[in-house]
């Protein structure tokens, strides 16, 4: 199934501790973290961001009104990007629907869980193509992180 909708502007990434969101750890001191969100901005707005979601409007399980409701609720807005440098990859939190949707009269289209999680697992997915865009077309840096010289050896 695909989409025949237009890409929905990036995301503005701005400073927060990815420690915060419930799916996503990261490793290390956050105050001594350089998350490289300015740099990730500018690869989004250069063309990273069109090019994944080329990709996963091709792709998308996704119906027009489902992606219509996420459009409504700004949720492509509040994607976040930012180098996992201990990982050596692009991480990432995806906006969701809350599970409590039915109570917040969430959105006047909104009307089951189905559509709920279809829109849940389809950004997901587009937060994931995002990140390997960036990490196989954009970033050409490599970790700096260097692992202590006295872990054991497990081999």
């Given at each position: 199934m695909s989409l025949e909708v237009e890409p929905p502007e990036p995301p503005t990434l701005t400073y927060v501790d990815p420690n915060e969101y419930e799916d996503a750890t990261?490793?290390?001191?956050?105050?001594?973290?350089?998350?490289?969100?300015?740099?990730?901005?500018?690869?989004?707005?250069?063309?990273?961001?069109?090019?994944?979601?080329?990709?996963?409007?091709?792709?998308?399980?996704?119906?027009?009104?489902?992606?219509?409701?996420?459009?409504?609720?700004?949720l492509f807005s509040e994607f976040d990007f930012f180098w996992d440098d201990f990982a050596d990859r692009v991480g990432y939190h995806a906006p969701g629907i809350p599970e409590d949707w039915q109570e917040r009269s969430y959105h006047p289209d909104l009307d089951s869980w189905g559509t709920v999680s279809s829109i849940n697992a389809e950004l997901t997915a587009f937060g994931q193509l995002v990140c390997e865009t960036l990490k196989d077309d954009y970033i050409d840096w490599e970790a700096e992180y260097e692992p202590p010289e006295d872990l054991p050896d497990f081999s």
């Open positions: 990261i490793a290390g001191d956050p105050t001594d973290i350089d998350y490289r969100r300015e740099e990730l901005q500018a690869f989004l707005e250069e063309g990273a961001w069109e090019e994944a979601f080329e990709q996963w409007r091709g792709n998308a399980d996704l119906e027009r009104r489902a992606y219509d409701i996420a459009i409504d609720l700004e």
